[in-house]
């Protein structure tokens, strides 16, 4: 059983869309005799955690199965209207659903070594022209390759650890995405 402990270290107040709300400065700590933790944030007044919305941290080991949040993009309601955290350069979000076609071809993609440290490859069982792009978990772009056929390094030498998506793109429509670690 885990438990987490919360304490409020200060309160402020802060002006969102002219409106003054009150935040609060908080530390979780994790107690675990095996792997104790601490992150501190802000919670503000009728919108939340700013960081974490399940209010723990995306590093810590109490996530099941890799789904975890990583920061509040924006936040909006007809009181405050549209406020942006700044995490991310935009507030919107595109999800594109997965067709049968675009399925098949998402098994086809393979990307290794997993996980990686200075380099992935990227095989594709088919022949054609491709390119990929690798975002981190807050959907910011970190790398683009130019176009490759099937096969191709990447090189992750510059980047820090963490949690990354290769998305395949064939031209310019999206044809699959691979989860990948560096460390």
Not at 136 to 163: A, C, P, Q
């Amino acid at each position: 059983m885990d438990t987490l402990r919360i304490v409020v270290d200060s309160v402020s107040t802060m002006q969102i869309n002219g409106i003054e709300l009150k935040a609060l400065h908080v530390t979780y700590n994790k107690i675990d005799e095996f792997m104790p933790r601490t992150y501190t944030s802000t919670i503000v007044e009728k919108i939340g955690d700013l960081h974490y919305m399940f209010n723990w941290s995306h590093l810590s080991t109490i996530i099941c199965d890799d789904n975890y949040t990583s920061g509040l993009r924006c936040y909006q309601d007809t009181a405050l209207g549209l406020y942006s955290t700044g995490i991310v350069d935009s507030c919107d979000y595109v999800f594109e659903w997965v067709g049968i076609l675009e399925a098949e071809m998402q098994s086809s993609i393979k990307v290794f070594p997993n996980p990686a440290q200075d380099y992935v490859d990227i095989s594709i069982d088919r022949f054609s022209k491709f390119r990929a792009e690798l975002y981190d978990v807050n959907g910011r772009i970190h790398l683009e390759t130019k176009s490759f056929i099937s096969n191709t390094r990447i090189d992750l030498s510059k980047i820090g650890n963490g949690i990354y998506v290769i998305v395949v793109f064939e031209k310019d429509k999206k044809v699959g995405y691979k989860r990948i670690m560096k460390n």
